[in-house]
């Protein structure tokens, strides 16, 4: 199965924009890249995905390298409820979704 | 925004009783999944179901596991004799879509204490 590799943790102070970073350099050219959170005591949730190009949602823009072999979520402005573990997660076809360890994030007040 | 409702949000069973924990997809969804969670730990796939079966299960998924779509409405998971190990959340799923274009819809979870 393709991998992911992000820091263990990371932390950002409020209002000023968060990058967190995903290294997948065994992607393969059918592979998509999703982000997901976990919120404290909450389920999972869909943040955005992208195959080639950058994304842009109303949570989050995803920057996808020309290679692709890493990509980083950008979080334009943390605030406190944007404290939660960030799941990068490598999806072929029809593979379904699996959870790594993620990136825990804290935001500062 | 359409949610996937789990319930109970909590529940407290005795070590072999049996439980079923009940989630309500998104409505148009089709593709339904349970994962788990323990303490502490990763979420883990459980199964995923699609048009009446399971698509595929992992090796947590035993004989003690089943699930079902009893109408067109909720999906469920049954645990049949429950175990002190069964203790952890369990969070239901659906998608739209099968393939790696679709994300998944997460419910908030059910937290299973088995005592």
């Known amino acids: 199965d393709a991998k992911t590799t992000q820091p263990n943790s990371m932390e950002s102070n409020e209002e000023e924009p968060v990058h967190l970073p995903c290294n997948h350099s065994?992607?393969?050219?059918?592979?998509?890249i999703h982000w997901y959170r976990q919120l404290p005591s909450q389920g999972p949730e869909y943040v955005i995905h992208?195959?080639?190009s950058n994304v842009n949602n109303r949570m989050a823009s995803l920057a996808i390298a020309e290679d692709r072999k890493s990509s980083t979520l950008i979080l334009h402005r943390a605030t406190l409820r944007d404290a939660a573990v960030y799941y990068c997660?490598?999806?072929?076809?029809?593979?379904?979704?699996?959870f790594g360890p993620g990136t825990s994030l804290s935001v500062i007040p | 925004e359409p949610e996937v409702t789990q319930t109970p949000s909590h529940q407290v069973t005795q070590m072999g009783q049996e439980v079923i924990l009940r989630c309500v997809p998104i409505?148009?969804?089709?593709?339904f999944y349970w994962y788990r969670q323990i303490l502490g730990q990763k979420v883990e796939f459980l199964v995923s179901?699609?048009?009446?079966?399971?698509?595929?299960k992992s090796e947590i998924f035993d004989d003690q596991f089943s699930v079902e779509r009893p109408d067109g409405s909720n999906f469920t998971l049954k645990i049949r004799s429950t175990k002190l190990e069964d203790s952890a959340m369990y969070f239901c799923?659906?998608?739209?879509?099968?393939?790696?274009?679709?994300?998944?819809?997460f419910g908030s979870g059910t937290r299973l204490t088995v005592v």
């Open positions: 799923a659906s998608s739209v879509g099968q393939g790696a274009a679709y994300g998944y819809t």
């Open positions: 065994t992607i393969s050219g059918t592979d998509y």
């Open positions: 992208g195959l080639t």
């Open positions: 997660i490598l999806r072929t076809s029809y593979d379904k979704v699996i």
């Open positions: 409505s148009n969804h089709l593709y």
């Open positions: 179901f699609y048009n009446n079966e399971i698509s595929e």
